[in-house]
C-alpha cells in the first residue's frame, strides 16, 4: 500500500489512498455546482499518517480565482490564508495536503492538471515532491464523483479516493505525507 522514495536524505511514505471526509466533499461538490459552466477549484486541508491522506477541510477558490470552462486559476493568497489559519489552529495536525478542482464534463485529467502537478512537485515552497490532486468531475449522469491522482514518474497516477461519514480515519497521529511542516499553498 506504501512505496517508499527519498527526499533530502530521508525516507517518506507514498499514499495510495485519499480519505476525504463527507462534509470536505459535500463542499466541492457545492463549488463546483456554483460555478458551472465553468471550473472552480482550490485546496485540500488535512493530515497523513499510516493509512494515507485524510482531507477533511475544503478551501474554495477565493475572491480573486479565474474560472474558464476548460481552465482555473486558485486565488493564492487566499489560500494560503486558510492554510496557514487552520495549521496555527491545530498545532502539528492540519495542512495543505492536496490541490482540488473541477471538470464540468466527464474528462481525464488536462495536460494543464500535469503540467500544474510538475511545478508542484519541483517547487522547494510546497515541499511535496509526490503532490496530490483532486478532480471533481461532473459525470455523464449528472452527479458529481471525486477521483484522486498523486503525480510521479513524471505523470498523473490515480490511487484510491474514498468519501467516509468519519471525520478522521481511525489514526489521530499526523505524518508527512510526502511534505514538511510549514509547505506552502500558492
Request: glycine share 8%; charged share 20%.
Amino acid at each position: 500500500m506504501w512505496r517508499l522514495f527519498s527526499m533530502l536524505g530521508r525516507k517518506r511514505a507514498l499514499p495510495v489512498q485519499i480519505t476525504v471526509t463527507h462534509p470536505a466533499a459535500a463542499k466541492m461538490f457545492r463549488i463546483a455546482q456554483r460555478a458551472l459552466p465553468n471550473e472552480s477549484g482550490g485546496v485540500l486541508i488535512g493530515t497523513c499518517s499510516e493509512t494515507g491522506a485524510l482531507i477533511s477541510v475544503t478551501v474554495g477558490p477565493g475572491p480573486k480565482a479565474l474560472h474558464g470552462p476548460t481552465s482555473f486559476t486558485r486565488d493564492g493568497e487566499y489560500a494560503q490564508l486558510h492554510v496557514e489559519r487552520h495549521r496555527r489552529q491545530s498545532p502539528g495536525q492540519l495542512d495543505y495536503v492536496a490541490e482540488w478542482h473541477s471538470h464540468p464534463l466527464p474528462c481525464a485529467p488536462s495536460p494543464t492538471d500535469s503540467a500544474s502537478m510538475r511545478a508542484i512537485s519541483r517547487s522547494p515552497e510546497y515541499r511535496r515532491p509526490i503532490p496530490l490532486l483532486v478532480l471533481c468531475i461532473l459525470a455523464s449522469s449528472g452527479a458529481w464523483e471525486l477521483r484522486g491522482y498523486t503525480y510521479r514518474g513524471r505523470r498523473l497516477q490515480e490511487v484510491a479516493l474514498v468519501i467516509t461519514d468519519a471525520e478522521t480515519s481511525g489514526s489521530e497521529e499526523a505524518g508527512h505525507c510526502n511534505t514538511e511542516p510549514g509547505s506552502r499553498a500558492e
